[in-house]
């Protein structure tokens, strides 16, 4: 071995490298630090929504609860006062539900349709629509909330959970359309191009070689919408009524009331309990999410 820069120790190879070296010790540091602080207000709003009033008013917020008690759960889901209404967040977590499903649906499969034509059938003024179609995405929302209340109120979809869905599908086409654009671009065009000799049509490439292919990015889709979507408030407060507002909103209206006592367990609940479903599918999904991003979610 001529190589002067490995270090051997006797007959047993390269000396192995220190565990506890300086940079392991910078790293994993600076990962624990970082990790401290996001997860410390966690740590502090689990806690506190398992104590009773009397605790919480003693003012320590680190204390562990004594005797955990599960009541402001309960509360928060199924009786705590938002508005008029008293029936906790039950109903919200359906109205959002109601809005989740079909809009993450039908907004991915169009993009997914969007990105694939995009990618591998171009066609006359397809960059111009490209184009187009991606500047609707740095359009803020603020300037188009008046013109969609007009429109839902001509389709009669005002305040309606539909018109709601039909919103939140059309703002998440854009970016969609590109996720799933460039990740079809990454594909191996030889694919493509034997699937159409062997006499494979649009809708045949799409659905037997395109999307098995595509889990990751599909993944990327459904965690970016069901994140986006959930916790939606601007959209749900505006194009909805108090029967119909998501899960958000009556989270909303549970913290800000000013009627009775501020019960703070209650509001730790209740904020949890909102956030559970983003947080469950992204913990399922986690891995295939850094896939799709690696894979060319984010490729020019």
Request: with cysteine; aromatic share 14%; proline share 6%.
């Amino acid at each position: 071995m001529t190589d002067a820069t490995v270090n051997f120790d006797g007959p047993h190879g390269p000396k192995p490298k220190p565990i506890f070296s300086g940079r392991n010790i910078f790293i994993y540091g600076t990962l624990a630090i970082v990790s401290a602080y996001y997860l410390l207000p966690l740590y502090i709003m689990i806690i506190t929504s398992l104590k009773d009033m009397d605790q919480i008013r003693g003012g320590n917020a680190f204390e562990l609860p004594i005797g955990p008690d599960f009541e402001a759960w309960v509360k928060a889901w199924s009786s705590a006062c938002t508005g008029l209404n008293c029936d906790g967040l039950s109903r919200g977590f359906w109205n959002s539900f109601q809005i989740l499903v079909p809009s993450v649906v039908i907004s991915i499969l169009i993009a997914s349709v969007n990105g694939y034509a995009l990618a591998n059938w171009p066609f006359r003024w397809s960059n111009i629509f490209f184009t187009i179609l991606i500047f609707g995405a740095f359009i803020p929302y603020q300037v188009m909330i008046y013109p969609i209340v007009i429109i839902l109120r001509e389709l009669g979809l005002y305040t309606k959970l539909t018109g709601l869905v039909m919103v939140h599908s059309i703002f998440g086409m854009p970016i969609l359309t590109l996720l799933f654009r460039n990740y079809f671009t990454s594909v191996p065009e030889e694919l493509f191009k034997a699937a159409r000799v062997d006499g494979a049509g649009f809708w045949g490439i799409y659905f037997k070689i395109m999307v098995p292919m595509s889990l990751p990015i599909f993944v990327v889709a459904i965690i970016l919408q069901v994140t986006g979507i959930w916790n939606d408030f601007l959209f749900g407060v505006i194009y909805t009524k108090a029967e119909n507002y998501p899960m958000t909103v009556q989270l909303n209206n549970i913290v800000n009331s000013v009627q009775g006592t501020k019960e703070y367990n209650v509001n730790m609940a209740a904020t949890i309990l909102t956030g559970l479903v983003p947080l469950v599918v992204y913990f399922i999904s986690g891995k295939l999410f850094v896939r799709g991003i690696a894979a060319g979610a984010v490729k020019g």
